[in-house]
């Protein structure tokens, strides 16, 4: 029996970062023309550039997760869906040091997912996306006998709605007391009704402010609105992150607002959420998730410092904070959390 199983996507990520990458707003970038946020990273077209030595990790929201659960000291295993080739045994063999138990689907005709990262040196990147077998599951060739864990943590990806709901249930059956689940934007856009047998499982759901606003059709500024929509739908504990301003978190009685811990520097944002969702939900497994005004804060407060952490290195597993790092370093002792009836 695990302490926590995830399920969901794992990559092979590579980074390169130079000064000659440039983050460019224009009046003409707009979302008609392809550039949503009216920002784009340029480069010069068909100039040869100098970049730094490129670092190879791994990513994607199982094996992230895997890791945050792993150096809380945990008992973990991940379900993942790889391809049959170098890049996906690089995978097992990094997953494998973090002493990680992995249940590998193998696809002999995709290729394991892949990013490229192309980093400024403000931290800013964009990311080129190779999915390949990580999001392809089949009820079929998946082993329901190895979902045998106190905890499932969801990061669906593509993984079809119908077959996360199996998941849910056979992990159940084997004795999963707690699931938790980071709705990727495939689900978040399917809305509400097609989820909510999904959420009405989960004790915990984590998602950003503007995938709440869009999976509750509550204005974006308005917290108790959302929370209160996810009442209807959800029992238990709903983080909404929200970026450089901090998080909010709502556990059906009470709304927790936090900020975020300062940055030394910020390298690479890469796995600030995951770091997020996967901290909080590791610091409520220690205190077996109890949920008071205390528990829910010390998870706030080891999440925040685990996202915190992770943007200071390149890639999205280097960062993570073991249970040691975070409370024996006093830079994390303090966060302000303002707490008010919902």
């Known amino acids: 029996m695990y302490d926590v199983i995830t399920i969901g996507t794992a990559t092979r990520d590579v980074f390169l970062k130079s000064e000659l990458f440039k983050a460019v707003k224009d009046s003409h970038f707009d979302k008609k023309s392809g550039f949503p946020t009216g920002e784009a990273e340029c480069f010069p077209l068909g100039a040869k550039l100098e970049v730094e030595k490129p670092v190879f990790t791994v990513g994607g929201g199982a094996t992230n997760a895997a890791v945050a659960f792993a150096r809380f000291h945990f008992n973990t295993a991940t379900v993942i869906r790889i391809g049959n080739d170098v890049e996906g045994e690089g995978i097992v063999d990094e997953l494998k040091k973090e002493e990680i138990k992995t249940f ?134 709903v983080v909404m992150t929200d970026g450089f301003r901090g998080v909010f978190v709502s556990d059906g009685e009470r709304i927790y607002k936090a900020g975020v811990f300062k940055e030394k520097h910020r390298i690479d944002r890469t796995g600030a959420g995951d770091a997020f969702g996967s901290g909080f939900v590791a610091a409520m497994m220690s205190n077996g998730f109890e949920i008071n005004e205390k528990n829910v804060s010390y998870a706030i407060r080891y999440a925040s410092a685990n996202a915190t952490s992770v943007v200071e290195y390149i890639g999205s597993q280097s960062g993570i904070l073991t249970r040691e790092q975070f409370e024996g370093d006093d830079r994390w002792s303090a966060l302000t959390i303002n707490v008010s009836s919902l």
Do not use: M, Q, W
């Open 104 to 237: 590998d689907i193998r696809d002999s005709k995709e290729g394991t997912g892949y990013s490229t990262i192309l980093l400024d040196t403000h931290g800013e990147r964009t990311v080129l996306v190779y999915r390949g077998a990580s999001g392809n599951f089949k009820e079929d060739e998946i082993s329901f006998d190895a979902f045998k864990g106190d905890v499932l943590y969801i990061v669906p990806g593509t993984i079809p709605f119908n077959l996360v709901e199996k998941v849910i249930d056979e992990s159940i059956k084997r004795g999963c007391r707690f699931i938790a689940i980071n709705p990727s934007k495939y689900y978040v856009e399917a809305g509400a009704e097609k989820l909510k047998n999904i959420l009405s499982k989960s004790l915990v759901v984590i998602l950003n402010r503007e995938e709440a606003s869009t999976l509750t059709g509550v204005n974006f500024d308005d917290e108790k609105g959302i929370f209160r929509a996810f009442d209807a739908l959800h029992k238990g504990i």
